[in-house]
Nanobody
Framework: QVQLVGSGGGLVQAGGSLRLSCAASGSIFSFNLMGWHRQAPGKERELVATISRGGSTGYADSVKGRFTISKDNAKNTLYLQMNSLKPEETAMYYC?????????????WGQGTQVTVSS
């Protein structure tokens, strides 16, 4: 079983930046899609960004131009660079992954890493 370990969250002021990391216990090349979800109390879970096995990326409209998802296959690590952070983006951020053939969502979830943006 592959395990995902997210890290890099913290407290930043509005306009600041954070880089989240997600380390996998196995090869991330085994996933056809990886990404980051976030969820805050009272709000619906939101898919923030995705990256495919081949490197194609996708972003929620709210983060386009400010967030960048990337991966390092050699290090089996997924990243999310977050710039110009806003207070409303305070949330738990979860690393997720989908295996070949899996339908309906993501079959692997990392533990959440808390991002808090102060005003």
């Amino acid at each position: 079983q592959v395990q995902l370990v997210g890290s890099g969250g913290g407290l930043v002021q509005a306009g600041g930046s954070l880089r989240l990391s997600c380390a996998a216990s196995g090869s991330i090349f085994s996933f056809n899609l990886m990404g980051w979800h976030r969820q805050a109390p009272g709000k619906e879970r939101e898919l923030v960004a995705t990256i495919s096995r081949g490197g194609s990326t996708g972003y929620a409209d709210s983060v386009k131009g400010r967030f960048t998802i990337s991966k390092d296959n050699a290090k089996n690590t997924l990243y999310l660079q977050m710039n110009s952070l806003k207070p409303e983006e305070t949330a738990m951020y979860y690393c997720v992954a989908r295996s070949d053939g899996y339908v309906g969502g993501y079959d692997y979830w990392g533990q959440g890493t808390q991002v808090t943006v102060s005003s």
